[in-house]
């Protein structure tokens, strides 16, 4: 029998223990080789795209003789106005990589010894960056569509006489949010979060390409797509799957996405519950990736993703 590919050699070419071991002039050097790779690793002023500096002796940034800005190895990027070390961000990303259902921040926050708060912003922007940097266009080929919902959580009463129906509106907190995921077979996974499944039809319309198939389960609201394109459906109190039509990889998405929230996260609803969906279409589309390349894009996608609005600064702005 075949080996699986996370179990072979090939899928593990990252060493944390290498990174965590690099002294901090080493992984200053290699960010700045990832992110200046079109100069060798020699500096860019992020304003002006001037290549001739100054090396301030007072404090480790560079002087632009372009705009007389001064510059580090993080300004304009993701990392922008950070306080950990390089090696420290490095390993973060490293250990975030690892982790195949998520990675948490108060788990990140032991393994590092860093407070909770720079953990959550630091993964959220890992997040961010990956978000940014994946491949947009509309979808091709076969499509499954699905939806399923997360928080909004409503603990039922203790006395059995008590209890409501949870499934009717009036008894739901009103915090309940679906995740519509578009998967292309053998391709790219994209979502969308909203306040009912139906919104996936928009979603679909926007992001599937003319002629792609769509693959869809019994619910009504996915009739629309039939005048749009060429639809198998799937009916899953009978089968699920049958004459060629499932949404099977969609509801493997669902189940790494269930995965993170009950046994890494506990909670991933809320404001950002499209960032850890996205997070986790990007890890469905790795999963044959070995560590070491997952790794590489990370850093690379943070080397080039801008100053983020949401992030920089955002326990402040909470305190504020």
Same mark, same amino acid.
């Given at each position: 029998?075949?080996?699986?590919?996370?179990?072979?050699?090939?899928?593990?070419?990252?060493?944390?223990?290498? +990174?965590?071991r690099?002294?901090?002039?080493?992984?200053?050097k290699?960010?700045?080789?990832?992110?200046?790779?079109?100069?060798?690793?020699?500096?860019?002023?992020?304003?002006?795209?001037?290549?001739?500096?100054?090396?301030l002796k007072?404090?480790?940034?560079?002087?632009c003789?372009?705009?007389?800005?001064?510059?580090?190895?993080t300004?304009g990027t993701?990392?922008?106005s950070?306080?950990?070390?390089i090696?420290?961000?490095?390993?973060?990303?490293?250990?975030f990589?690892?982790?195949?259902?998520?990675?948490?921040? !108060? %788990? !990140?926050?032991?393994?590092?010894?860093?407070?909770?708060?720079? /953990?959550?912003? !630091?993964?959220?922007?890992?997040?961010? /960056?990956?978000?940014?940097?994946r491949?947009?266009? @509309?979808?091709?080929?076969?499509?499954?569509?699905?939806?399923?919902?997360?928080g909004?959580?409503?603990?039922?009463?203790?006395?059995?006489?008590? *209890?409501?129906?949870?499934r009717?509106?009036?008894?739901?907190?009103?915090?309940?949010?679906?995740?519509?995921? $578009?998967?292309?077979?053998?391709?790219?996974?994209?979502?969308?979060?909203?306040?009912?499944? @139906?919104?996936?039809?928009? @979603?679909?319309?926007?992001?599937?390409?003319?002629? @792609?198939?769509?693959? /869809?389960?019994? #619910?009504?609201?996915?009739?629309?797509?039939?005048?749009?394109?060429?639809?198998?459906?799937?009916?899953h109190?009978?089968?699920?799957?049958?004459?060629?039509?499932?949404?099977?990889?969609?509801?493997s998405?669902?189940?790494?996405?269930? *995965?993170?929230?009950?046994?890494?996260h506990?909670h +991933?609803?809320?404001?950002?519950?499209?960032?850890?969906?996205?997070? $986790?279409a990007?890890?469905?589309?790795?999963?044959?990736? #070995?560590?070491?390349? %997952?790794?590489a $894009?990370?850093?690379?996608?943070?080397?080039?993703?801008?100053?983020?609005?949401?992030w920089?600064?955002?326990?402040?702005?909470?305190?504020a």
């Amino acid at each position: 029998m075949a080996q699986h590919f996370l179990l072979s050699p090939a899928a593990k070419t990252l060493s944390l223990a290498k +990174i965590l071991r690099m002294s901090d002039q080493d992984a200053e050097k290699a960010f700045r080789m990832i992110r200046w790779a079109d100069t060798d690793g020699e500096p860019v002023c992020p304003e002006c795209g001037c290549l001739e500096h100054y090396n301030l002796k007072s404090r480790p940034v560079w002087k632009c003789k372009g705009c007389s800005k001064q510059f580090s190895r993080t300004s304009g990027t993701i990392f922008h106005s950070r306080k950990l070390s390089i090696r420290d961000i490095l390993g973060a990303i490293a250990i975030f990589t690892n982790g195949a259902k998520g990675y948490s921040a !108060l %788990q !990140l926050s032991r393994d590092l010894d860093i407070d909770y708060k720079t /953990a959550f912003v !630091l993964l959220h922007k890992c997040r961010e /960056a990956i978000g940014l940097a994946r491949d947009a266009g @509309a979808l091709s080929g076969d499509v499954e569509v699905d939806g399923a919902y997360f928080g909004g959580y409503v603990k039922p009463a203790n006395k059995r006489e008590d *209890r409501k129906d949870r499934r009717k509106k009036i008894h739901q907190s009103g915090k309940r949010q679906v995740v519509v995921v $578009m998967r292309e077979r053998g391709g790219r996974t994209l979502t969308h979060v909203g306040v009912s499944e @139906a919104e996936g039809v928009a @979603a679909a319309k926007a992001n599937v390409a003319t002629g @792609a198939t769509v693959h /869809a389960d019994e #619910a009504s609201h996915w009739d629309k797509l039939a005048a749009h394109f060429p639809i198998k459906r799937i009916n899953h109190q009978k089968a699920y799957s049958l004459d060629g039509a499932c949404t099977n990889q969609a509801e493997s998405f669902f189940s790494r996405v269930r *995965r993170a929230e009950i046994g890494t996260h506990h909670h +991933i609803a809320g404001k950002y519950l499209a960032a850890y969906a996205g997070e $986790m279409a990007w890890r469905e589309d790795a999963r044959r990736v #070995a560590n070491g390349s %997952q790794f590489a $894009m990370i850093v690379s996608a943070a080397a080039i993703a801008p100053k983020s609005d949401v992030w920089c600064g955002y326990w402040q702005r909470q305190q504020a």
